[in-house]
């Protein structure tokens, strides 16, 4: 069944290691987006990508990267350089970018990482 | 930068009373907005959204919410919840290619 899926749903990682969260979407979806999810923080924007080979900055992309080689695969690596990694993180995408009527995000069910 | 803030951090209520949760953002431009739901334990759902046309916008279990574009307001409606409602909502905008969330409102419903 169509849907997205993020691996693992929990990660445990030594501090200092980097380590890289899947996200894999098979709704031929051209946005995709990542996000961090902290108690009292909400979900803030990682980085997203609206095709292929081409992806943006959010607002707290330091000690992150992304890529972007498939249009159904957008992994997020968490580098040593992330400060306060332990979070729960969350993969969504979208039907198009920009404004339309179908930019409704679908989400995944998250990776919660906890780095020790 | 657009911004989304949601006013209230935690909402108790009682079974039956009504809900209305604030939704504001900064941007003046044309929008995009939605209301995204958490329960417990479960992933991130739509709720409703507003691209265009009527402002009132009506969702899923009875939620409905209100675009003020004078007020860059979308805020969220209930005229009777329930306990099955106790969730965490998200506020969200989009403005060209991103999509920005609020920090959330807990609701906890008794019964």
């Known amino acids: 069944d169509g849907g997205i899926t993020q691996s693992p749903k929990y990660l445990f990682r030594k501090e200092g290691q980097n380590v890289t969260l899947s996200c894999e979407q098979n709704l031929n979806h051209d946005a995709m987006y990542w996000y961090r999810q902290d108690p009292g923080q909400g979900l803030r924007l990682i980085y997203y990508s609206q095709i292929v080979n081409d992806f943006q900055k959010g607002d707290i992309a330091e000690g992150y990267s992304v890529s972007r080689e498939k249009k159904e695969s957008f992994p997020l690596t968490v580098t040593s350089a992330q400060k306060n990694p332990t979070a729960f993180y969350l993969c969504?995408?979208?039907?198009?970018?920009?404004?339309?009527?179908?930019?409704?995000?679908?989400f995944g069910q998250g990776t919660r990482l906890t780095v020790v | 930068a657009q911004s989304v803030s949601q006013h209230n951090h935690h909402v108790i209520l009682s079974e039956a009373a009504s809900l209305e949760l604030g939704c504001n953002y900064s941007?003046?431009?044309?929008?995009?907005l939605f209301w995204y739901v958490q329960y417990p334990g479960q992933h991130l759902q739509l709720l409703l959204k507003?691209?265009?046309?009527?402002?009132l916008v009506k969702g899923i279990k009875g939620f409905e919410a209100e675009f003020i574009k004078s007020k860059f307001s979308f805020n969220l409606r209930k005229p009777s919840v329930q306990w099955s409602d106790t969730a965490e909502y998200f506020c969200?905008?989009?403005?060209?290619?991103?999509?920005?969330f609020g920090k959330g409102t807990t609701l906890s419903v008794s019964s």
């Open positions: 941007y003046g431009g044309t929008v995009n």
């Open positions: 969200a905008v989009q403005a060209g290619t991103a999509l920005i």
């Open positions: 969504a995408s979208s039907i198009e970018r920009g404004l339309s009527m179908n930019t409704e995000a679908f």
């Open positions: 507003y691209f265009s046309g009527d402002p």
